[in-house]
């Protein structure tokens, strides 16, 4: 066989060899991959550093499966909180971890560690510090607008993160993962707008190819009715097609009236849902019975016309031919994937 002289370019049984233990991990099935760049991406008031705290209680205290995913690895979290002062983030986090320890009778086996930067500078040094001398098994960075500032401000001359400089984002927390072994989580924005807009559109905040350049992305959404919201993995790069499933969950609260209640939790309603039957953009369940579903069906499959003149018959609008289009789609994947 060929000597390979490029530092670059390996045969297939030379990598096979080189990584012949190599397994991908998680931290949780399908959300958070182990030793990678994660994210997780929701519009404003949708509760995501609520929702990232109860994930590192589930992990502290043990909890083999959260929400419907599998947690495969326990072990301490470091919280990096740009956003809040301490004692606001004290109201988020305590009434999630009184349901651990109040409720579930839960005791911790492992520690959280929060820094908070709040109104301060953070430096990618400050963060480097604290994961050598905690070792967290996840850092959770709340949230990615302020840290792509913090790295902008590091940057004389530099006024955007853009598709073609988006490497300076990346390499330091590549170089914090490297060198401690931790797993990395952003907490990030939706745009403004994008709420009416499927997980397939280009939802979040920073340049386009961020979901592309990171290992894992999810998406928490909310829905139609108030206090539940879809947990969407838009981005599963290393699970089988199938297996990570999109689940709706109900956000509840020991006093849903109180801003700091003595409770709170996160609770699986349902795995294996369709977006569009919860999302307030895409669902028509208000307003379309089945029975215009099959209505529907039977008028396309008959080919008595087009989809517009099918919305106006039926649905009374010709404008919803684009939910005419939505429940053919839906019924068409029903055949491929009974």
Known sequence: MKKQTSDHTKSDIEISSLYADYIPEFIVQGLIKRFGINILAAERGA??????????????????????????????????????????????????????????RLKPKHNLNIMTFKGKNVEICDILKSVAEYHPLLTIIDNYKLFQYSILQSQPGTRDITNSNFAMVLKPLNEIIDLYGTTVLLINHTNKGTRYSPSSADLMFGPGALPDLVDQVSLLRKTSQPNQRIIVPDKSRYSAEGLITTNLVSLESSDDASPIPEWLK?????????????????????????????????????????????????????????????????????????
């Open 47 to 104: 509760g995501k550093t609520r929702f990232m705290l109860w994930y590192a209680y589930s992990i502290i205290y043990g909890c083999a499966d959260t929400l419907g995913y599998p947690i495969k690895i326990f072990g301490d979290v470091l919280f990096v909180n740009l956003e809040l002062a301490e004692k606001e983030l004290k109201s988020f986090f305590e009434p999630i971890k009184n349901y651990f320890e109040k409720e579930l």
């Open 266 to 338: 996160f609770e699986l309603i349902e795995s294996n849902v369709d977006e569009f039957d919860h999302l307030p953009s895409l669902t028509e369940s208000n307003r379309i019975s089945k029975k215009q579903k099959t209505e529907v069906i039977q008028f396309m499959k008959q080919k008595l016309g087009t989809m517009e003149e099918c919305a106006e018959k039926i649905l009374g609008d010709g404008k919803k031919k684009g939910t005419v289009s939505k429940i053919i789609k839906k019924y068409t994947e029903s055949l491929l994937n009974p």
